[in-house]
Every structure is written in structure tokens, then in C-alpha cells.
């Protein structure tokens, strides 16, 4: 069997759920934590952790697949483009929908022009550049759910919100199928592609809590006038694109089939057991 070795810059959320897939598909997993203590708690899940200081060129050499999560740092850059200069690797970098800012709720795919409003998803738009420069693959991921981090969670602890801006509306994506896009790209390499990471079904925030609700058998918050709601500055910037983002090219190209092609199915499964 030939070997397969996958090093990721920043093992979050997301990454995590990507390791854990590619290990029950027999690769060898390292990568980078920001803690000793994570880098060990990783450790004893069968990842190769290691502090992003002390990372150099030979933790990747023996790596074929080489996968990257870290934002863009407005001081920095992008801190894992310098130890990126290979060839004959495949190569993935985490955008987010985000740079296809305000399109007035119309439809984008990945041959729509970015519209980024704001310095944060500018940097994003130059790290992607910076990567299909070496021939990576950028995948733009949608607003991610999964355990511990869904509507679900939210309603259980008290914190869910039901904010109402006519007309505005999310698309989102569940962790385990961010995975198993990123694995079926790594299984048909094109690159310099980009890829949506999103759902079939863009729908209002507001809605997915009502549904989050139901399955709980909860009664739902009340609705907040969104020009009322006192969002902090990052929920307000949430709030200020409104876009349905397609996902025919991972369909297409990659073969994928969404496990969880709506919020509907996601959230049904992550209720506790």
C-alpha cells in the first residue's frame, strides 16, 4: 500500500474532523497546535502534534498532502506559505464564502467575482492567490456546524437568538462533510481549483433555530428586529452580505454526496443521545 501522510497547519475544529477521517482511511496524520497541551491531547488520538514554533521544513518533507487552516494574520500574512515551496504535493488551503461578500441574496459559485468588504477577507482573498500560485487547492467553506458547535448546542445552553433581517439569508456546511470533500479532492487532484464547501439549502439563521427548537421540543425565542438586536461588531459584519452560495462543483467534479445536504439532516443528528 503506498504511504500517505497528511501535515496540517492548524489542528481546529474543522481539521480535527478532517484527521480523524483520514486516519480510518489509513493515512498518517501531523500537524500544528498552538498549545503543548492540545499538541498531547492530539497526540493520544493517534495525531502527530506539534507547537507551530517549532514546525520547519523536515516535519513536511515526508508528507504527500499538505493541508492549511490557519487565516491570514494582519501583521503576518500567511505564516505557512513560507514552508510551502514543493512540488509533486497536493496542496489545500480553508477560504471562507466570505470573499464573495454583499450579492444582495443572488446566487454565487466559484467563478463569481469577490466582493470582499473589509480588510480580514482581503487578506483571505491573497493567501488563496498565494496558494494556487503552488498549484493548491482552495476550498471556501460556509458557516460550519457539527457537535458541540450547532443551534442544537445553543438552545440547550440558553444562548440561541432569533434575529430577523427580512430576506437574509446563511448558507452553512457540517463538519464531517467538510472532510470528506477535502478527502475526495485529495483523491482527484486539480490544482489551483476552488470549491465551495457548502450545503444545498441557504436559509435565514432565525429558521434554523426554530427548527433547532422543535427537534428539542423547546418552545422558540422570540424574533429580534435585526436594527434592535446590539450585535457586536463581528455579528453585525455577519449580518452585512447576504448570498446563496452553490455547490455544484463538488458534486460534479469530486463526486460528493452531502451526508448532510441540509441543515434538517445535520442538526436531527447531532441531537443527544
Known amino acids: 500500500m503506498i504511504d500517505r501522510a497528511l501535515f496540517i497547519f492548524g489542528l481546529g475544529y474543522s481539521s480535527q474532523a478532517i484527521a480523524r ?6 493515512f498518517r496524520v501531523s500537524g500544528t497546535c ?3 497541551e492540545k499538541c498531547d491531547r492530539l497526540k493520544e488520538q493517534g495525531i502527530d502534534a506539534i507547537l507551530f514554533s517549532e ?3 523536515n516535519n513536511l518533507e515526508d508528507a ?4 492549511s487552516s490557519i487565516p491570514p494574520q494582519e ?16 496542496l489545500g488551503y480553508f477560504s471562507t464564502t466570505g470573499v464573495y461578500g454583499d450579492y444582495e441574496g443572488q446566487w454565487v459559485d466559484e467563478e463569481s467575482d469577490p466582493r470582499p468588504n473589509n480588510d480580514r477577507l482581503k487578506r483571505r482573498l491573497e493567501a488563496e492567490a498565494q496558494w494556487r500560485e503552488r498549484g493548491g487547492h482552495v476550498f471556501r467553506l460556509a458557516g460550519i456546524y457539527g457537535k458541540g458547535r450547532s443551534a442544537i448546542d445553543d438552545v440547550l445552553a440558553g444562548t440561541a437568538r ?14 464531517y462533510d467538510i472532510a470528506q470533500i477535502v478527502l475526495a479532492s485529495m483523491n482527484r487532484p486539480n490544482p489551483k481549483a ?4 457548502c450545503d444545498n439549502e441557504p436559509a435565514a439563521a432565525h429558521e434554523v433555530v426554530q427548527f433547532a427548537c422543535k427537534l428539542l421540543g423547546r418552545e422558540a425565542p422570540p424574533l429580534i428586529p435585526f436594527d434592535r438586536a446590539e450585535l457586536s461588531p463581528m455579528g453585525k459584519e455577519f449580518y452585512s452580505a447576504n448570498r446563496r452560495v452553490k455547490n455544484e462543483r463538488i458534486k460534479q467534479e469530486l ?10 439532516e445535520g442538526l436531527q443528528a447531532l441531537l443527544p443521545m
Do not use: M
Not at 500574512?77 to 510551502?84: L, Q, T
Not at 432569533?162 to 452553512?172: E, Y
Not at 476552488?194 to 464547501?197: L, T
Open 194 to 197: 476552488i470549491y465551495n464547501a
Open 255 to 264: 463526486g460528493v454526496k452531502l451526508q448532510y445536504p441540509t441543515y434538517r
Open 34 to 36: 498552538r498549545t503543548q
Open 75 to 90: 501583521w503576518a500574512g500567511d505564516v505557512a506559505v513560507p514552508f510551502i515551496q514543493y512540488e509533486n504535493k497536493w
Open 64 to 67: 504527500n498532502y499538505i493541508l
Open 55 to 57: 514546525v520547519s521544513k
Open 162 to 175: 432569533r434575529i430577523d433581517k427580512p430576506g437574509q439569508v446563511f448558507s452553512r456546511i457540517h463538519v
Open 21 to 26: 477521517a483520514a486516519i480510518a482511511q489509513g
